[in-house]
């Protein structure tokens, strides 16, 4: 089955700058990815996703690179602010386009003012 | 639009009580996700319905876990007894049926805010 590793468990960084968050995934025919944020007291809400046809996606300040050959995908989060600070889950199917996904840890992610 | 619908939002009851979790999925989505999250082991997929019929519980931890879906809108997640080791948040999720032009091609799941389930 897939395994999905996730790092950092925990970020900081100021108002203003950047945040990464990095996936590895091990099944080489996954090929959906998607994020979800998790905000205190509420369900993961997914926030973007990739497919494996393309190695970049973008919507307004959130971004998510693929990188096929190395089995890692990252999300990208720029000009941070406060109300962005939750924990971050990337996902990943097990096994191909399967249905069920398979959860990294989690990143709690902290913008400070 | 309405959400995925879960509830209670919040259940507390004794060992060995039965539990009962309800789900209503995103109305046209034809799969549900039932999930649990605890700190120790994080978001795990219990139970995965497509088209109302069970296809995958191998994340149902034991016998005591049943899960049923009688409809396209309505989903239920029983625990009989349960037992402190049970106590997390369980999500239900629901997704739209893959494109007739990708069959293959995931679908977002889209999550209820859950039941924060705790047994005494």
């Known amino acids: 089955g897939e395994n999905v590793e996730q790092h950092p468990s925990t970020l900081s960084v100021q108002e203003g700058d950047s945040a990464v968050i990095k996936c590895t995934y091990s099944?080489?025919?996954?090929?959906?990815f998607p994020w979800y944020k998790q905000e205190l007291g509420k369900g993961p809400q997914l926030i973007i996703d990739i497919r494996s046809n393309v190695g970049e996606k973008k919507d307004q300040r959130i971004a998510v690179t693929l990188n096929k050959t190395a089995k890692h995908f990252s999300l990208h989060i720029t000009e941070t602010q406060p109300e962005d600070s939750a924990v971050y889950f990337c996902?990943?199917?097990?096994?191909?386009?399967?249905?069920?996904?398979?959860f990294g840890s989690g990143t709690q992610l902290t913008v400070l003012p | 639009d309405a959400g995925v619908i879960q509830s209670p939002r919040h259940e507390v009851t004794e060992m060995g009580q039965e539990v009962t979790l309800r789900c209503k999925p995103i109305?046209?989505?034809?799969?549900l996700f039932w999930y649990r999250q605890t700190m120790m082991r994080g978001l795990e997929l219990l139970i995965y319905f497509n088209n109302n019929v069970p296809i995958d519980d191998s994340g149902m931890p034991e016998d005591r876990f049943s899960a049923k879906m009688p409809n396209a809108s309505f989903s239920t997640l029983k625990i009989q007894p349960s037992e402190p080791r049970d106590s997390a948040v369980y999500f239900c999720?629901?997704?739209?049926?893959?494109?007739?032009?990708?069959?293959?091609?995931?679908?977002?799941?889209?999550f209820g805010d859950g039941t924060r389930l705790s047994i005494l």
């Open positions: 109305s046209g989505h034809n799969s």
């Open positions: 999720a629901s997704s739209l049926p893959p494109g007739y032009v990708h069959p293959n091609r995931n679908q977002p799941q889209h």
């Open positions: 996902a990943a199917p097990r096994g191909g386009s399967a249905r069920q996904l398979t």
């Open positions: 099944d080489s025919a996954s090929n959906y």
